[in-house]
């Protein structure tokens, strides 16, 4: 039995693909509320970030997957500047089990997706003149998980 679970699992790997099609910015947004003056101020700042992500079928076996971040810095009470940018990817994903389907969509294009990201927004805080962000790594496998085991929660409590 196992020689033949191994057979399948093999003949599954051969026949799946996942391939990146696409990579794009989809929307992008900068707002410095309180500028110039927020430039004259003492700069202690406090970053907020903000992480989404959704996807959705496309023809075929293409999806899009959209990774959303939402920089929120503020000094003090004031609000320096709001960055926002959705990076997103067409993938080809073929031959996947539903389970490694939802955890390819979930996780590894957000994590292919995400220093793209990253430079967009590190790029447009400078342009306004701004300190450079350098936004430290994020494990998307982890955030994954947290989610499932968020699903399951709520599940187990309607049960």
Known sequence: MTEENNNVAAQQE???????????????SFEAPKSPEIFRE?????????????????EGDFHEVVLRLTVTVKTGEEVAFIAEVQ???????????????????GAFCPSILFPYARETLDSLVVRGSFPALMLAPVNFDALYAQQLERMQAGADAQA
């Open 42 to 58: 003492n700069w202690s700042p406090d970053v907020e970030l903000d992480i989404s992500t959704r996807q959705r079928d496309l």
């Open 14 to 28: 051969e026949t799946s693909q996942f391939s990146l099609q696409r990579i794009y910015v989809k929307d992008l």
């Open 87 to 105: 990076q997103a990817g067409i993938f080809l994903l073929q031959g996947l089990d539903a389970t490694s389907q939802a955890h390819a969509l």
